[in-house]
């Protein structure tokens, strides 16, 4: 039975493809005790026949993974796997009214030809699904049957600049944005990379993919202009610290004019009025605070008459940034609160 043939029922028929990753662990823990599904099956190529418990004892789930065939008998797909991979599996479980929910970024870009430059892959004009960040799209979210994940960092930063965007009448004009941001550890991934290691990455952080992340393109596109042709400045400095989890964005904004401290802070505060997971601090926040929880906390921590922001924002990468946004944008597809299953 279809979502929209079951509208009025209590419970969703839930599976994840790629479960056994970090963000299909979070994915799992989360579903095993959202009051609305049943978690029905978990696939997983590189873990087929272990049990869940063998890999995460900490979610005392029994369930055993098992290899995907394109099986099509839940009511709603989770899919967290490596970039590509989704292109291939998703459109037969659309064609069969399926609900779908995207982790990566196969589906996110409008522009094939930037798709292209920045995933080095090829993919259709049409392969593009419903991007799925409420605080900006939230109509367009609960009348879709398929929606794209937005990517972590792109998170931690779209949420921190778009209420500039959107205020464009109040005088507010974007000259350009500097992003530095480093994540956790557990963004690249349960593989095993020698890079990666705690030897490697313990006292240390480094920058990577300086001006060419995947993200970029995806930024830029949720603030309405292309990474290729875009209508500001940007710049952005991805980085890995050594953290599990966790992304803080140092966001460093350039206005047309001058910048009113109260004034910019009076423009967030209107646009995540209705935003549940957006928390306006007024003083630093840190990863410590947003760990383990779907918010994204935003800061102001400094103006200048010559117009110059710097905005700190910080979040759970597989959470927020990943897991967590994916469980909101189901809830508001069924038509429940956004916060179901989400309460930390």
């Not at 609960?142 to 779209?158: E, H, L, V, W």
């Amino acid at each position: 039975m279809t979502v929209s043939a079951q509208k009025n029922s209590t419970m969703y028929s839930v599976s994840i493809i790629g479960a056994s990753g970090y963000s299909g662990a979070e994915l799992t823990r989360l579903l095993l005790h959202h009051p609305r599904v049943e978690l029905q099956e978990l696939y997983a190529f590189s873990q087929t026949g272990k049990k869940v418990s063998d890999i995460y004892p900490a979610l005392a789930c029994n369930k055993v993974y098992k290899p995907y065939c394109g099986e099509c008998e839940s009511d709603i797909y989770f899919l967290a796997l490596p970039h590509g991979e989704a292109l291939q599996l998703v459109p037969p479980l659309v064609a069969a009214g399926k609900t779908v929910i995207d982790l990566s970024g196969d589906f996110r870009l409008k522009s094939t030809d930037e798709h292209l430059e920045f995933y080095k892959q090829q993919k259709s004009p049409d392969s593009v699904m419903t991007y799925g960040m409420s605080e900006l799209f939230r109509n367009e979210i609960i009348r879709a049957k398929a929606i794209s994940n937005p990517g972590c960092f792109a998170t931690s930063i779209i949420l921190g600049v778009a209420p500039l965007f959107a205020h464009s009448e109040s005088g507010v004009h974007v000259r350009a944005i500097n992003c530095t941001s480093t994540s956790g550890i557990s963004g690249a991934g349960r593989s095993s990379k020698t890079e990666l290691s705690f030897s490697e990455m313990n006292e240390n952080m480094r920058a990577y993919k300086v001006g060419v992340h995947q993200h970029i393109p995806e930024i830029m596109q949720a603030l309405g202009t292309f990474a290729t042709t875009p209508s500001f400045d940007f710049t952005f400095t991805p980085m890995i610290g050594p953290l599990v989890r966790g992304i803080y964005s140092i966001l460093n904004v350039q206005l047309e004019g001058s910048a009113e401290a109260e004034h910019i802070k009076e423009i967030y505060r209107e646009f995540y009025e209705h935003a549940p997971f957006v928390r306006l601090r007024d003083t630093m926040t840190e990863v410590r605070h947003v760990a383990h929880t779907n918010f994204c906390d935003i800061h102001i921590a400094h103006t200048t008459k010559r117009g110059s922001l710097v905005i700190i924002t910080a979040i759970d990468n597989l959470l927020k940034g990943a897991a967590g946004q994916a469980i909101q944008n189901m809830n508001l597809m069924l038509g429940l609160d956004e916060k179901t299953g989400l309460s930390f």
